[in-house]
């Protein structure tokens, strides 16, 4: 179970509650809805047993229960009957077991040095699905696994944060899906922000920087507290000039485009060439250096086997990724 009224404690409960159901069910957070939802977790976070099927019970004692105190109280027993309609909607999906299900036990978080979400069966949307147009139309599957994977970040931060003693890291790989929202945006900058606080930090990838930092006060902020940049092949030079800007070098610079474009991890030489400057990179360290670095396999055949293989992939399709491994395009902090 993902139940964040389960899984977390405290005021952080009713935060990840919050900013999990509130894009999901496609409501404002200062709506009647939103508001009432916000003091039904509120008060579900206080009781008992705390729970999402908790939290439904709630909104329909809600809907049911006049409040003479309450000036607007018929729109908010209506709010709270709608509410109640969309979350045992969700429920009943086959993927909202994992926040409805009572009966699942609650994901464990101390019984490994390394954990690892697999979610290469989640329906996501694509970033162009994520823009403010096209989102109130977004299948529910998708936008279902868009803020689960917010949920599994959040949950990230408070097993790095838990243990001073011990260095965690976080890897959000892609992480476009996070920083599409803005609570997911604020989260990636409190464990940038607070990471080093608690002996922990976050790594972000991505093709393109404003992925990692959007173009917003908050994405300046989480692309200006990055203390390690690495910045591997682009084939455009408009993401490759996005690079140079992110390294604080000049974007317009024409040999540094034909670094980034040609140069690194070049595609048009010999393949044992091909294969001997694979993993070549630009990386700018703590003290704002900027040199040239290779990323080199591990000599573990178990190892080199997983990174040259794509999941589902058949033998013939694997000899091509392998061919290729080491040379993606992209941008990893």
Known sequence: SLDPLRVFRGPRAARYTESFLTPLLDIGSMSIEGITLAEAIEATRLGPTPSMTALIDTLTERARTADPDEPNDAAVRAAASELVRKLRSLAKKDLGRVIFDPSLPVVRITAADSIVFAVDRLGLPTKEELSEHRLPSLEVEK????????????????????????????????????????????????????????????????????????????????????SHIFVFRHRGKALAARCLEFLD?????????????????????????????AGECLYRDLRKRIAGLKVLIPADEDVAAAIYTTPGQSGEEDDEVAELAGVADGALV
């Open 143 to 226: 936008r279902f696994g868009w803020r689960l994977m917010y949920l599994m970040t959040a949950l990230c931060r408070e097993i790095a944060f838990a243990d001073p003693n011990e260095f965690a890291g976080v890897f959000l790989d892609e992480c476009w899906w996070l920083t599409s929202s803005a609570e997911g945006s604020s989260l990636l900058l409190e464990m940038i922000a607070d990471g080093r606080k608690h002996n922990a930090g976050a790594f972000a990838g991505s093709h393109d920087p404003y992925d990692i930092g959007p173009k917003s006060e908050v994405g300046d902020k989480i692309r200006a507290l990055l």
């Open 249 to 277: 070098l000049d974007p317009a610079d024409s040999e540094m485009l034909k670094a980034i474009t040609e140069n690194l991890s070049p595609l048009n030489v010999s393949e044992a060439e091909r294969v001997l400057r």
